[in-house]
């Protein structure tokens, strides 16, 4: 086996049953089989609904997978999400699996350098030198320091996602799933962040989002993963 792998998928099939529709059942993904090595970033490509969310999902162990497996290398080895059990799930969470979702989740009252520090601090990082590392992605990202001490809830919704992806790097975790994470973002933040995914790159990170902007993904990724609709859903 490559020993450079971070991810694995082999044969994931994801189907939702919708309980409030008489059990219609929604076939999504079906047969994908996904590598993503270290120092990748792997683009995942394909119309709206071909189920590139419910992927990263998957990857992420939201969704559990209605067939196949998803893998992921955490740091004692490989964990197959599916049959981890919870308390592995959150490990895996805390140490390996970065995840950027579109949108910040805002915690009132909390200031946004100690959100960008709290994954830093749930890993036993002192208070002062996680503080140090938010501020520095923030400061890379051009969120104004005048900020820093506010909770976001009142941001722009660049400000806002640059907060989150600030909180999403800071870690950085071995594999990073980044859901759009420049969609709110004007030209040149979204450059600031395409420096961050190399950078994420460069140290070995392994890498799988989605990147609805063609130029930034030409700019980010390494290559592209095409999905396509399941035969259910095209008819
Ligand atoms: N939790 C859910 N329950 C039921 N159906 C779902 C759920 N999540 C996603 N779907 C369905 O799965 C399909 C794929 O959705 P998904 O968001 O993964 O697509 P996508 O490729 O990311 O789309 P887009 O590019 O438009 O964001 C859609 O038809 C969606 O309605």
Redo the contacts with the bound molecule.
């Keep these: 086996m490559n020993d450079n792998l971070m991810i694995e998928t082999r044969g994931l099939a994801k189907t939702?049953t919708?309980h409030q529709q008489n059990g219609a059942r929604?076939p999504?993904l079906d047969g994908i089989d996904l590598a993503v090595a270290r120092g990748e970033c792997v683009a995942l490509t394909?119309p709206?609904?071909?189920?590139?969310?419910?992927l990263l999902r998957c990857l992420y162990g939201n969704y559990l997978a209605s067939a196949g497996e998803v893998r992921v290398r955490g740091a004692d080895g490989w964990v197959v999400l599916g049959r981890a059990a919870p308390r592995d799930v959150l490990l895996l969470r805390r140490d390996t699996l970065g995840y950027v979702s579109q949108f910040l989740r805002v915690i009132p009252r909390v200031p946004t350098l100690d959100i960008v520090a709290a994954p830093l601090r749930e890993r036993g990082v002192a208070e002062d030198e996680a503080r140090e590392r938010a501020a520095l992605l923030l400061r890379a990202l051009s969120l104004p320091e005048r900020l820093w001490r506010l909770p976001p809830a009142t941001f722009s919704g660049g400000e806002q996602q640059r907060v989150n992806i600030a909180r999403g790097l800071v870690a950085e975790h071995p594999v990073l799933l980044l859901d759009e994470p420049t969609a709110s973002l004007d030209a040149a933040n979204a450059e600031r962040v395409a420096q961050l995914i190399d950078v994420a790159r460069g140290r070995g990170a392994a890498i799988a989002g989605?990147f609805h902007d063609v130029a930034i993904r030409d700019r980010v990724a390494t290559r592209c993963f095409s999905?396509t609709l399941t035969p259910e859903?095209a008819t």
């Design positions: 939702f919708l929604l999504v394909g709206s609904g071909t189920g590139k969310s419910t989605i999905l859903v």
